[in-house]
C-alpha cells in the first residue's frame, strides 16, 4: 500500500515542471522550380510565354459577351490558377473595361492591408496596363489587365485553391509574380 504522507510531495514535485510553450504554427517548405518559359498560344488572340509547369486550361461555354474568350492558366503544384478573359473592344470603348477591372481589384479593399499598382507598357508589343498587388488575407492577391488601348483588352485575376494566408503563400506568389510580369513582357496580340 501507498503511503499518504509521501504522495503528495511527490504530485507536488512532478507538478513543478516549466511551463509549456506552444510551437509557433509551421509551413511546408516549398521548394519552386527554375522557370523555362515556352510560348503559348491560346484560342484567344493573344499570345505571351509561361513557365513549363503552368497549363492552359480551355473555359467551355460563355465567359461574357460574344465578343469575349476565356481561359486558365492553372499552376498545378501551387494549387493556383489565373482566370484570364480577352475581351475585343467595342463601341463603348476602352473607359469601362478600364474601370470594371479597377472595381474588380479593389472589391478586395475590405480585407485588403494595402493594394499596390503598377503601371506597364511595352511599346514594341503595344502593350500598356496595370498590375494590381493585394496585401493581406485576400481571395485574389495579383491581378491585372492589358490592352492596346483600340482593339483588345485582356484581364486576370489570381486564385489559390486554399485558405488566403499571405505568411505561407508568400513563396509561391512570389514566383507567380516573377511568372506574371514575364507574361506581360512577352504578351502579344494576334491579328484576328
Known sequence: MIEWKW????????ACRPDAVPKPRGYFRIEHPNAIYRLIESDCPVQFELPQFALIERVSGPCGSDSSCCFNIAYPTMNARWLVTYIKIDESGLDPLVEQAHNTAFAHDIKASGIGRK???????????????LDGPVASPLQFFATDSTNSFIRGAL?????PNPDSLSPSLEQVRENTIHLLETLEWKAQ
Open 159 to 163: 486564385f489559390f485553391n486554399h485558405v
Open 119 to 133: 503601371r506597364f507598357s511595352f511599346p514594341e508589343n503595344d502593350v500598356h496596363g496595370v498590375l494590381f498587388e
Open 7 to 14: 504522495f503528495i510531495p511527490v504530485l507536488l514535485i512532478a
